[in-house]
Antibody, heavy 119, light 107 residues
């Protein structure tokens, strides 16, 4: 059974950084992109970027290039996203989702992790 | 980036209704379109890919159609569990942009 298990909720101060994890199981980790998606409260879905766990190459949506850093650890089948210089605008639920190379659609999603930025 | 425009943004529906909503891409996406369902507090769920292909396990009351820049999702005979927000997504080129969603609400 394919599962993407994300880390727990975070409460962070403005200016801090946070590293979120997404542990994959039930499939070959290196055969799928891992994407990250942001959803602000009561808002739509916003793509952040993706990582190819095979070679750790990354693609970012322009507005997140200086905000998010995507990494992957094939020894633990875990993808990570670090968010830096947190502001209230980063308060959101963050999802990881896998996509087969070439398909682009997201067939499995993590449960999401809520990040709250507040002083 | 390809822009995805969904309409309407919200729709008031009754159980048993046949419901259709649309998604327009800013350029031809050659049928590379996915639809997702998101219920409150949950992760999105893939319903349809390739504009018309039903994901395994998705009820057959869901159907997708369209080509070029214009696509639609139809729910036949709406069930209570279909009350959710629906998003389309460009799968033609990266970045895989989402529409803003159509939220179904019960009358």
């Amino acid at each position: 059974e394919v599962q993407l298990q994300q880390s727990g909720p975070e409460l962070q101060r403005p200016g801090a950084s946070v590293k979120l994890s997404c542990k994959a199981s039930g499939y070959t980790f290196t055969e799928y992109y891992m994407y990250w998606v942001k959803q602000r409260p009561k808002q739509g879905l916003e793509l952040i970027g993706r990582i190819d766990p095979e070679d750790c190459s990354t693609d970012y949506v322009e507005k997140f290039k200086n905000k998010a850093t995507l990494t992957a650890d094939t020894s633990s089948n875990t993808a990570y996203m670090q968010l830096s210089s947190l502001t209230s605008e980063d308060t959101a639920t963050y999802f990881c989702a896998r996509s087969e190379f070439g398909s682009h659609y997201f067939d499995y999603w993590g449960q999401g992790v809520m990040v709250t930025v507040s002083s | 980036d390809i822009q995805m425009t969904q309409s309407p943004s919200s729709l008031s529906v009754s159980l048993g209704d046949n419901v259709t909503f649309t998604c327009e891409a800013s350029e031809n996406i050659y049928g590379f379109l996915a639809w997702y369902q998101q219920k409150l507090g949950k992760a999105p769920k893939l319903l349809i890919y390739g504009a018309t292909n039903l994901e395994d396990g998705v009820p057959t009351r869901f159907s997708g159609s369209g080509s070029w820049t214009n696509y639609s999702l139809t729910i036949s005979s709406l069930e209570p569990e279909d009350i959710a927000t629906y998003y389309c997504q460009n799968n033609h080129v990266y970045p895989d942009t989402f529409g803003a969603g159509t939220k179904l609400e019960l009358k």
